[in-house]
């Protein structure tokens, strides 16, 4: 049975287009896997704070020696990875919030980057420990990133999932984009900014 992880990070609802997409590309994928489980996992109703002295003291923390309360300070972060490792794939929301990432999808990053969890260096290097799995980045912004275009440069979205995941040991990686969202406010409909990151999901199912 396939599984799949579906991670939303707007902190908004109906209006928000990332999550428009999400939707779109998991209801697809139950389409053709009828049997499959999915896992949701919204992170603006996860409680995430930043990591502490505390956290970070559990986490370096040889496992059999932590105590019941360094159990505790990691609890979220051990839900978080047994996600994860549950899943065959991903498939994640993202707006773009000040050229990168929102600060709830960063939260999540701190939590679920562990070293003997999901990455380990061999030899010096590091040996990300998520194999065999893959992930979709479904990203909506209110500018357009197009490669070639002056503002290109200032998407720092991609080149951090695509680092930051391959750490972890996705290497398997694809990016939609829904750009131009804010395009919204001078009267262009949803359904025209969302359709070219629609029809790519589409693609994929089409050619799957
Ligand atoms: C706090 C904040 C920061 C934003 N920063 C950017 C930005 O740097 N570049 C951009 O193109 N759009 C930016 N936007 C616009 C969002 O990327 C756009 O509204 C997108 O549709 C958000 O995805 P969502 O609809 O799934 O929430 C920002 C929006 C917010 C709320």
Redesign the pocket.
Known sequence: MKTILRIDS???DS?????HLTAEFVQKWQHMNPDGKVIARDLATTKLSPVNAEWIGAAHSPEPSLTPRQREVLALSEELIAELNAADEFVI?V?????SIPATLKLWIDQIVRIGKTTSYENGAPAGLLRNKKATFLV????VYSPGTPMAAMNFVEPYLRSVFGFIGVTDTRFVN?SG??RLQYGIDRETILQPALASIHAHFQAA
């Open positions: 707007s902190p908004l209006a928000s287009f990332s999550r929301g707006p773009m919030h000040n050229f909506a912004s209110g500018g829904a969202t804010a």
